[in-house]
RNA sequence: GCCACCUUAGCUCAGUGGUAGAGCGGAGCUUUCGUAAAGCUCAGGUCACGGGUUCAAAUCCCGUAGGUGGCUCCA
């Protein structure tokens, strides 16, 4: 005597068990139609399942809500998708061999191996998606059956898949008594697929799809295991929501970072200079230098002092502090002196041995630094220091290099060499928590500064199974234990995550969605007890004995580059005023005012802004068409109108009409104070009242 | 590093074995104009680089570099 109860708390009682469809049927011929799967007891089941107890039920239907389609109805849509594109994709290539195929949050993938046989392309795309088709309009059911693991087992066996046995051994060893398969139809006779469900009833209720893309994987992500395909798509309930995604892809396209950097000339990387260095051209160099001057602002305000450091350091620095040898391979590799590469170009010393005896320290040499801390620890080293003095905040914009894989090098988001707005607090034990705060609060002024407010938090734990971090256990759960407190204070939700942490101590990073929805690690506050002890650092405490102290690593920016890049794309590159390059063009109708232009052009100049003057011979729509193109903030049009009046007329980057007329004065003083003020005041605002 | 795809003018892109194309941008001239491109003319290319096949290669094949999407990595 099964008991439903609805979504609106109301009850159906059936006097034997009942299909979840039945269900829907009962309530209405509508929401049956509609339906494309169930959540019992919260959890997302077939249409079909059966429902022999009591329980809360709801019909899932990819009816839009707010905030776009049912979140439930599109995993079931594309998680079924994915099976109708591996039957597609096995009826054009026999010998695929299908491994995972999971739902994604913007669609699907499946990772196919075709062991050594040629792998499909783009070019076969098309045929791929007819013959999905071909599999929607017959519109054959999802059928559901279950075996006993060890019968499915040999099911498995028989069938030689050695992918999906081992998918069948996982699901078992984490405690599944049966295995299920789909079949797209009739079992036995129709194509079907290991999986554990839940899928839309019928192929009939994949609305639109598309096959995306290609790339590859490794089986389990093990690099010494299959090479396999890995098959993007995507899939919608209707036409129209699809062609809508794809639509919202093609704009991302235009806010991508890469393609604004070109377009507003931000930064360029050149062949000839290297793989992931970045050269900052002139525009882009404003906008790094506006965001240095504003968190220099802060670290005055904060207590900071800044240093230089030099690029390069002995490689015993980089041994004593842990990065040499270990993450060898992350790094340029050393840098060694003339009259020392003389000495072993005569031994005739091999590449081999060389790497060997700089390892075992019998060689010397210098290393581009990975990081900046060394540099800082061995400036508070240079000087005594009382517990009075403490902490001690050292500062630089300092500029490291990494050896990254080639393949994973782009744009400003993944480079080789970077700058970060980096620091080393050195404190007492008692001051820990008070720093780390101080820390966060920068990071949450930048990102409250900038309006990016899409971020997640991450508290990077160690991972207990790997021998990759250096110093005592105790030391780590102290550490761990301080960054957990402190992103407590933060009021915004975080997740801890094990194998994050730097290799000398936890941290706490702030990480952001590129516009093709990559994650990239921006902020980041870490907690060290670790480097102290290994360079042997103290301060002399109240009882004139010395003690360790702690360092705290931090950018709040993360990295220049990689920030730009996603402030860049944050903007969609339309700047707020304070950090745009080229920030008013001043532009007369004719050369008629030519005169009072260049009069206002150097009257902003005068004031500290950067203005440029359209003296062309271009019409006023072709000018403001350009700057425009530029997404320079404002535009001042002057005519003989305004030339009259000692006015100008106001334009602003993003609103299609003029905003009017303004006084000479007023608006130079209204931009110089927008621009001192960092947006707090905006001349466009002036005109809204 | 691995797999797939891509590389043609400063930029965006056409061009499937037979003399290299367009738009924007640039230069010059005309126009002197009131809010998202006025008109005409001109310059600009070792078709990424290096080999090969062919009577003939931007186009087909091989290699290298760089880029893109993933994978792996990411102190």
Redesign the pocket.
């Known amino acids: 005597m099964p008991v439903i109860t609805l979504p609106d708390g109301s009850k159906r009682t059936y006097d034997k068990p009942v299909t979840a469809a039945q269900v829907a049927a009962d309530i209405g011929a509508g929401l049956a139609k509609a339906a494309v799967g169930t959540k019992v007891d919260g959890e997302l089941r077939d249409l079909s399942t059966s429902l022999e107890k009591d329980c809360a039920l709801a019909i899932v239907t990819p009816k839009k809500r707010e905030g776009g389609a049912d979140a439930d109805a599109l995993f079931l849509i594309r998680h079924s998708t994915a099976h109708v594109m591996a039957e597609a994709i096995q009826r054009l290539f026999p010998q695929a061999k299908l491994v995972y195929g999971p739902p994604l949050e913007t669609g699907f993938?499946y990772d196919i191996s075709f062991e050594g046989g040629k792998?499909i392309?783009?070019?076969d795309f098309a045929a791929i998606e007819a013959e999905m088709a071909k599999i929607v309009a017959e519109n054959r059911p999802f059928t559901r059956y279950e075996m006993p693991a060890a019968k499915g087992m040999d099911k498995l066996k028989s069938e030689g898949s050695k992918f999906k046995l081992d998918n069948a051994e996982r699901a078992c060893e984490a405690g599944s008594t049966a295995l299920s398969w789909y079949a797209t139809g009739e079992p036995g006779k129709n194509w079907e697929d290991l999986c554990r469900g839940p899928h839309v009833p019928t192929t009939g209720k994949i609305g639109a799809f598309k096959v995306?893309?290609?790339?590859?994987?490794?089986w389990?992500?093990?690099?010494t295991l299959d090479?396999?395909?890995?098959v993007?798509g995507t899939a919608f309930a209707t036409k129209d929501e699809l062609a809508a995604h794809l639509i919202q892809l093609d704009e991302a396209k235009k806010r991508?970072h890469?393609?604004l950097g070109?377009?507003l000339r931000l930064f360029h990387?050149d062949?000839m200079v290297?793989?992931?260095l970045i050269l900052w051209t002139p525009n882009g160099s404003i906008v790094r230098q506006e965001l240095q001057n504003f968190i220099s602002d802060e670290l005055r305000k904060q207590g900071y002092t800044q240093v230089f450091t030099p690029h390069i350091g002995k490689l015993d620095l980089?041994r004593t502090s842990g990065?040499?040898p270990y993450?060898?391979?992350?790094?340029y590799p050393p840098v060694i002196e003339h009259e020392q590469m003389a000495a072993l170009a005569k031994e005739g010393c091999s590449c081999g041995e060389l790497a060997n005896r700089l390892e075992k320290g019998e060689i010397d040499g210098y290393l581009l630094k990975?990081?900046n801390?060394p540099h800082h620890i061995r400036i508070f080293a240079s000087s005594p220091h009382s517990y009075r003095d403490m902490p001690v905040r050292l500062c630089e914009f300092g500029t490291?290099y990494?050896?990254?894989?080639?393949?994973?090098?782009?744009?400003m988001t993944?480079v080789r060499g970077f700058t970060q707005d980096d620091a080393h607090l050195f404190c007492r034990e008692d001051q820990v928590a008070d720093e780390l705060l101080g820390c966060l609060s920068l990071v949450k002024l930048i990102f409250g500064t900038l309006g990016m407010n899409e971020y997640r938090v991450r508290v990077?734990l160690r991972d207990p199974d790997?021998a990759?971090y250096v110093g005592d256990p105790k030391n780590w759960d102290k550490a761990e234990e301080a960054c957990r407190v402190a992103a407590k204070t933060l009021g915004v939700p975080f997740s801890e995550e094990p194998?994050?942490?730097?290799?000398?101590g936890p941290?706490i990073d702030f990480v952001v969605k590129?516009v093709?929805?990559?994650s990239w690690?921006l902020g980041?506050v870490?907690v060290d007890y670790n480097l102290p002890e290994r360079f042997d650092l103290s301060y002399i405490g109240a009882d004139n004995q010395p003690h360790r102290p702690v360092m705290i690593?931090r950018a709040p920016f993360g990295s220049m580059e990689r920030f730009i890049g996603c402030l860049i794309e944050h903007f969609a590159g339309a700047f707020p005023l304070w950090l745009a390059p080229e920030q008013v063009r001043v532009m007369?109708?004719?050369?008629?005012?030519?005169d009072y232009a260049r009069e206002l052009h150097a009257a902003l100049v005068a004031k500290g802004l950067r203005a440029t003057l359209d003296e062309?011979?271009?019409?006023?729509?072709?000018?403001?068409?350009?700057a425009?193109?530029m997404?320079v903030p404002y535009?001042a049009?002057?005519?003989?109108?305004?030339?009259?009046g000692r006015?100008?007329?106001?334009?602003a980057?993003?609103?299609?009409?003029?905003l009017?007329?303004m006084g000479f004065d007023a608006f130079v003083e209204g931009l110089a104070e927008e621009h001192h003020s960092r947006g707090q005041s905006t001349v466009k605002a002036s005109f809204a009242k």
């Not at 893309?213 to 490794?218: G, M, N, R």
């Not at 090479?227 to 890995?230: C, Q, V």
């Not at 980057?653 to 003029?658: K, S, V």
């Open positions: 993938y792998a392309s783009a070019d995306m893309s290609l790339a590859s994987s490794y389990k992500g093990d690099e090479r396999l395909t890995r993007y991508d890469r393609v070109k377009q990387i062949e290297g793989q992931g980089y990065h040499f993450y060898r391979e992350s790094q990975p990081m801390c490291v990494r050896w990254e894989q080639s393949g994973e090098i782009g744009g993944r990077g790997s990759k194998g994050e942490a730097a290799f000398y941290k590129d093709i929805g990559r690690q980041t870490q690593h007369p109708i004719s050369e008629k005012s030519a062309s011979n271009d019409r006023i729509q072709g000018k403001i068409k350009q425009a193109d997404k535009c049009v002057v005519g003989p109108r305004d030339a009259e006015k100008v007329s106001v334009r980057f993003g609103i299609e009409a003029n009017g007329e």
